[in-house]
Every structure is written in C-alpha cells, then in structure tokens.
C-alpha cells in the first residue's frame, strides 16, 4: 500500500487547512489515521476512523478543532484542521491498520501497517 499525503502549508494562527491521504491499493480494507511528529519528538497521534462504520477517535488536544473523514469510494482519507495553534506545527503522516485486525483504533505507531511520507504543516502566531 502507498500512502500519499498532501495539503499541508503555512498559516497563520487561528487559520485552517485540509489534508487529505490517498491510499494506492484499493483491494484491501484498512482503518487509518493520521500522527504528526516534530524534530526531537517521538510521532504523536492525532486522530483515527474506522473502515466499516466510520468511528472516530481523536487525541484530546485537537478534539473539537480537527475533523477526520473518509471517501472509501476514493481510497482517500481528510483531516479539516480548523482553529489551529503553532502547537500544531508538526509533519504530519497518514497510516493504515488493516481491517482484520481485532481491534480497529490503537495509537501507537507500531500497529500501524504502512506509512506515508508526511505533508509540513506550520502555524505562525
């Protein structure tokens, strides 16, 4: 599976982006997620939804600001980042965690299957 991410940039605070994750392989189900990591830092995640019944689950620092959802028909995965903070300045990478497994959200990188490169987003105050 190939992830591409895109839509990152520079805003000011205050200011919204949309990132959105395509996956290449489209004969497979999988749950995916998104983590963003800073230098010196070890990859934190941000938020995850399910591939069946679309639940979601998000870090408590971004709840209510970041909204993730998914096209399934497209592959394709978006995270609406609304009322960001420099704190969220980060690189951001989408993952995917295969359908099969027995439990759909984990935050820990590791349980994640495939990775992909990150898109840089930064927020300026």
């Known amino acids: 599976v190939q992830l591409q991410a895109s839509g990152g940039g520079s805003v000011q605070a205050g200011g919204s982006l949309r990132l959105s994750c395509e996956a290449s392989?489209?004969?497979?189900?999988?749950?995916m997620a998104w983590f963003r990591q800073t230098p010196g830092k070890e990859r934190e995640f941000v938020g995850a939804?399910?591939?069946?019944?679309?639940?979601?689950d998000y870090e408590d620092s971004v709840r209510g600001r970041f909204t993730i959802s998914r096209d399934n028909a497209k592959d394709t995965m978006y995270l609406q980042m609304n009322s960001l903070k420099p704190e969220d300045t980060a690189v951001y990478y989408c993952?995917?965690?295969?359908?099969?497994?027995?439990?759909?959200?984990?935050?820990?990188?590791?349980?994640?299957?495939?990775w992909g490169r990150g898109t840089q987003v930064t927020v300026s105050s």
């Open positions: 993952a995917v965690r295969a359908a099969s497994r027995p439990t759909p959200i984990t935050r820990a990188p590791p349980d994640y299957d495939y």
């Open positions: 392989e489209t004969r497979s189900q999988y749950h």
């Open positions: 939804i399910t591939w069946r019944d679309g639940k979601k």
